[in-house]
């Protein structure tokens, strides 16, 4: 497993596509600069000091610098590549993918905002985890990396000032690669159907985007398809929270977030995390932190 630090943007050397359609083989090399491959077609067999992989359409596989490679078998192929630096990426020893895919997916935006002075590691925060090599989760998954690719070649082949934006585009491209390896790891081990779990993911995404507007049942089932009894059931299943709940989370966690950081007042930081009704602004926020938002900002202001 590579980690990266998103706070730092990628440095495109150089990108493209290309198309082999009379059987090929790597040549062989030793470069100081990480390279993604994005398979698109065919097969590329690759070896990277001492190992040996078959990258098949849909995989993306991360070699590192300083290390020899080389091909080891000839294949039609069609890939993306990208050559690029990145000043602080590094191997990391991930035990339990399992674990780690529902602290990232489940957990990252439900935890209680630290106390004033207790320690949180930032820089673990701003860290994505890639797997050296892994392959698309599903056709959906894999069409969007593919527009995702074609756009930032794009981007790369224009003239003048286009370096810094498309290190930005092929950074979240390394995120949502990320995410969906992740998201494949949850799917695999969820008791419940693939097509069940991959809407409750959606779902998530949802809440993330809309939180600060009015969420209603009807609204979900309209946007998803589905009866809002049961995806509440398999929200709650996968989560560990209810979806009012979940959204309330979020909510009180971004008004807290406000109510350290800013000067505003407690009925437009309500309004700013979808609570527009100051009376019940004031009792989810104390429902959920014990301390109604005027009593949190005295301890958190003034130490009362």
């Known amino acids: 497993m590579l980690a990266i630090n998103m706070e730092s943007v990628p440095k495109i050397r150089y990108m493209g596509f290309v198309s082999y359609k009379s059987p090929w083989i790597h040549f062989k090399r030793n470069i100081d600069e990480y ?74 935006n439900t935890q209680p905002v630290p106390e004033p002075g207790e320690f949180r590691n930032l820089h673990d ?20 990396a593919i527009h995702a690719m074609n756009e930032i ?31 494949a790891e949850l799917v695999k081990n969820n008791r419940r159907n693939t097509k ?44 560990g929270h209810t979806i009012i709940r979940y959204v309330n989370l979020i909510r009180i966690n971004h008004a807290k977030e406000l109510i350290e950081a800013t000067h505003l007042s407690m009925n437009e930081i309500g309004y700013l995390t979808g609570l527009n009704d100051p009376f019940y602004f004031s009792k989810v926020f104390k429902k959920y932190v014990g301390l109604s938002p005027t009593q949190y900002y005295k301890k958190i202001r003034e130490g009362v």
Do not use: W
């Open 125 to 144: 925060l701003n860290l994505c985890y890639m797997p050296k090599h892994f392959t698309l989760s599903d056709k959906n998954s894999f069409r969007q």
């Open 196 to 239: 069940s779990f991959v809407k409750v993911h959606a779902l998530l995404d949802y809440i993330h985007r809309n939180y600060t507007k009015p969420i209603t049942s009807a609204e979900i089932e309209q946007e998803f398809d589905c009866n809002y009894d049961y995806i509440n059931r398999v929200f709650s299943e996968v989560t």
């Open 35 to 108: 390279i993604l491959y994005f398979i698109k077609s065919g097969e590329l067999h690759i070896e990277e000091n001492g190992g040996r992989y078959v990258l098949k359409k849909g995989d993306i596989f991360m070699l590192e610098p300083n290390l020899d490679h080389e091909g080891f078998d000839r294949h039609v192929c069609d890939y993306y590549y990208v050559h690029f630096e990145h000043p602080d990426i590094r191997s990391v020893q991930v035990d339990d993918v399992l674990s780690m895919a529902k602290r990232l997916f489940l957990e990252e």
């Open 153 to 183: 070649v794009q981007l790369y082949k224009r003239k003048h000032y286009n370096r810094g934006l498309t290190g930005l585009k092929y950074a979240e491209f390394l995120i949502e690669a990320s995410r969906d390896s992740f998201m």
